[in-house]
C-alpha cells in the first residue's frame, strides 16, 4: 500500500505504524463525572467498520509525523492522507 | 448412515453409488427455539453440542455463504493447549480433550493428529516463561516437556540452532498437541447437527435483529423473517459488523491474519514448530505442503487478503529458522480475517441484550477452540450460564478491569 503523504507525497506503508481508528483523537475528559464509562469505552471499544475508515498512521520511518489515513477497509484501497495535527487542530478551532 | 471401515469397503465393491449428501439443505422455518448466527466451525460445534448434549431442539444455523466459508477453512488446523492462564489454559485443556474424542463421538474423520507442538525458547527469560507456562500446563491437566537444545536437536536436527540473533536453546514441547482436517471438523459437526434434527441454512444472511422491550425476538435475514427464543452470534471476523446491527460496539478490531502452504514435500516436518520470535511457524500437512504463517499485516482489513510486507517478513522468519525451506516454493496465500479482540481473548458471554448471546473475538486462536468454544456456546445458550472454563471470556471484563493479558497484546500491531 502507498500512503499519499501529505508533505512528502506517496510513501511505502511498510515506513509506517499503525495505531488505529482516527477517533482516539478525541481523548475524553479527565475530569468529568463520567470519566471512568468515558475512557473505558474509548480505549477499548471500537467502530470497526467494513468500508471507508478513517484511521491513525506514525510515519515512524520518515519524518515521524502522525497521519489521518482514510481507507477502504475492504479494498485496502487508499482515499486520502492528512496530518492528524492539522485535524486536530481544525478541531478545537484553528492553531492557538 | 454411518461411516465404517466396512462401509467404504462395501461401497468401494458396490460401484459408489450409496452414499447421500451429509446434511439436507432445509428451508427456514418461521420461527426457531435457537438461532445460531454463522455456519463456521464455532457456529457448527455450538448447534452439534446443543442439540447433543443440552438437548435442545428446534435449532438452526444461518449461514450467510456455504458453510465453512470463513476461517474454519482459511487457518493453519493447529490444535494445542499451551495456555498461561487460569482464565485460559482449563478451557483449552477442555477443548484439546474434545479434540481426542470428537471423531468417535460425530463418527466422522477429522483427522486430528497428535503429532506434538514445540515452542521454541532462545533466551533464559523465555525459559524461565516456558517452564512457569508448562507447570500451568500441567495444573490444568494438559501435558508439557521442557526440552533442551539436545532435545530439540533429536527432533528436528536441520533447524538453525546458531542463528546470531535468535539461537535455539530449547523449547517446551507439548505432544498432545497437533492438526486436524479444518474443512473435516466443519463438516462432521454440520452432519452432526444435522443427524439430532438441526436445520444448517444455507445462503441466508443476517440482515438485521428484531428487537423489543430490550429482548431479541429474531432476526431480519435474506430469505424472511425467522423469529427466535435465543439468539446466539459466532461470526468471528465479522463480529463488529453484525453486532452493530443490534446497536453494540466491541472491543474488538478486525485484522487481516495471512497464511501459506508450499508445494508438497516429503516429509521433513512431522510436528508443529513455533518461532514466536520471528514471528513464524510451520507445519506440514499429509499432503505434504509446508503451511506456515506469521503476524497479522496489522490494519483494520476484511478484505480476506494480505499484503506482501507480511510475506515477506514471513518468509523471513522461516529462513532463519529452517534454511531449507528456502529451496521449497510457495503454492498458495491466503488471508483470514481475525476478530482482535483488545486483550487478545475471546468473549463467550450474554450481551445488554436479553436472548442474544455473543461468542467472538478468537485473536489467532479460533480453529484449536472451536470443540470447546461450541460447547461452552451451547450451555451457555442452554443454561444462561457460563460453562465452568470459560468463566472469565466475559464482554464487560474490558469494562471492569478484569481483562485477561495472556500475551498482552491485543490488537495492537505494533505490540506483535
Known amino acids: 500500500m502507498l500512503i499519499p503523504h501529505p508533505l ?53 520511518q520518515g519524518d515521524r509525523s502522525w497521519l489521518i489515513v482514510t481507507r477502504n477497509t475492504v479494498t485496502h484501497e487508499i482515499l486520502g492522507a492528512e496530518l492528524a495535527r492539522d485535524v486536530a487542530l481544525a478541531a478545537i478551532g484553528g492553531a492557538q | 448412515m454411518r461411516f465404517s471401515g466396512f462401509r467404504v469397503v462395501k461401497e468401494a465393491l458396490t460401484g459408489h453409488h450409496g452414499w447421500k449428501p451429509l446434511w439436507r439443505n432445509p428451508a427456514p422455518q418461521p420461527a426457531y427455539d435457537y438461532v445460531i448466527v454463522g455456519g463456521g466451525g464455532h457456529g457448527l460445534a455450538t448447534a452439534y453440542h446443543l442439540a447433543k448434549v443440552f438437548k435442545g431442539t428446534r435449532i438452526a444455523v444461518l449461514e450467510k455463504g456455504w458453510l465453512g466459508s470463513g476461517n474454519i477453512g482459511r487457518n493453519t488446523t493447529i490444535i494445542r493447549s499451551n495456555y498461561l492462564l487460569p482464565g485460559n489454559e482449563p478451557f483449552y485443556e477442555f477443548s484439546m480433550k474434545l479434540w481426542e474424542t470428537m471423531e468417535q463421538e460425530f463418527n466422522f474423520n477429522a483427522m486430528v493428529s497428535q503429532r506434538g507442538i514445540v515452542n521454541l525458547i532462545h533466551t533464559d527469560a523465555q525459559r524461565d516463561a516456558y517452564r512457569r507456562r508448562g507447570n500451568a500446563m500441567l495444573l490444568a491437566g494438559a501435558d508439557a516437556e521442557l526440552l533442551d537444545r539436545d532435545g530439540v536437536r533429536a527432533m528436528y536436527p536441520w533447524l538453525n540452532f546458531d542463528n546470531a540473533r535468535f539461537p535455539i536453546k530449547g523449547g517446551l514441547l507439548q505432544r498432545r498437541a497437533g492438526t486436524a482436517r479444518h474443512d473435516g471438523v466443519a463438516w462432521g459437526y454440520a452432519r452432526g447437527a444435522d443427524l439430532l434434527g438441526v436445520d444448517i441454512i444455507q445462503n441466508c444472511e443476517v440482515t438485521g435483529f428484531r428487537i423489543e422491550n430490550n429482548r431479541v425476538i429474531g432476526v431480519e435475514t435474506s430469505r424472511g423473517y425467522i423469529g427466535a427464543k435465543k439468539v446466539g452470534v459466532a461470526v468471528a471476523g465479522s463480529s463488529g459488523r453484525v453486532m452493530a446491527m443490534a446497536g453494540m460496539r466491541l472491543p474488538i478490531e478486525s485484522h487481516v491474519l495471512q497464511a501459506f502452504v508450499s508445494e508438497g514435500l516429503k516429509p521433513v516436518v512431522d510436528g508443529v514448530i513455533t518461532f514466536g520470535a520471528g514471528h513464524f511457524y510451520v507445519s506440514q500437512s499429509d499432503k505434504g505442503g509446508l503451511v506456515f504463517g506469521g503476524d497479522i499485516d496489522g490494519y483494520n482489513s476484511y478484505a480476506q487478503r494480505g499484503n506482501l510486507p507480511v510475506i515477506e517478513d514471513v518468509a523471513e522468519g522461516g529462513m532463519a529458522l529452517m534454511p531449507a525451506i528456502g529451496r521449497a516454493r510457495l503454492l498458495r496465500a491466503w488471508g483470514g480475517i481475525m476478530d482482535m479482540s483488545m486483550d487478545g481473548s475471546p468473549i463467550i458471554d450474554r450481551t445488554p441484550v ?41 464482554l464487560d471484563r474490558f469494562a471492569r478491569g478484569y481483562v485477561i493479558d495472556e500475551k498482552g497484546m491485543g490488537a495492537q500491531p505494533n505490540l506483535h
Open chain 1, 8 to 60: 512528502l507525497g506517496p510513501r511505502d506503508a511498510q515506513e509506517f505504524t499503525y495505531l488505529g481508528d482516527a477517533s482516539l483523537l478525541d481523548r475524553p475528559d479527565g475530569m468529568a463525572d463520567t470519566a471512568p464509562e468515558a475512557f473505558a469505552e474509548y480505549v477499548y471499544l471500537r467502530d470497526n467498520p467494513a468500508g471507508v475508515h478513517r484511521e491513525l498512521w506514525f510515519h515512524e
Open chain 2, 354 to 394: 436479553d436472548g442474544l448471546y455473543l461468542n467472538a473475538g478468537w485473536c489467532y486462536g479460533g480453529f484449536k477452540a472451536t470443540p470447546a468454544s461450541g460447547y461452552a456456546f451451547a450451555h451457555l445458550l442452554a443454561t444462561d450460564r457460563p460453562h465452568e472454563t470459560a468463566t472469565a471470556y466475559r
